[in-house]
C-alpha cells in the first residue's frame, strides 16, 4: 500500500491527513482513525525536499 502511494525506504513522514506525526506511536493513533473512503494526504520530506503522496486505505 505505501510502496504503491510512492513512499519509500529513507521517507520521513512529516503529517499525514494534514496531522503531524511526531512519534510512531502517534503515527498508529492516526492511521487507525482514518476514513477509509477517500485518498489520504501524506506529506514526506525526502533528498533534502517536501513532497505529498495520496494514500488510499484499504
Not at 500500500?1 to 494534514?18: K, N, Q, T, Y
Request: glycine residues 6%; hydrophobic residues 45%; proline residues 5%.
Amino acid at each position: 500500500m505505501a510502496a504503491e502511494a510512492g513512499i519509500r525506504p529513507g521517507d520521513v513522514l512529516v503529517s499525514i491527513d494534514h496531522r503531524s506525526v511526531s512519534s510512531s506511536n502517534e503515527l498508529v493513533e492516526i492511521v487507525e482513525a482514518l476514513p477509509t473512503d477517500r485518498a489520504i494526504p501524506v506529506r514526506l520530506f525526502r533528498d533534502g525536499r517536501s513532497l505529498f503522496v495520496a494514500l488510499r486505505l484499504e
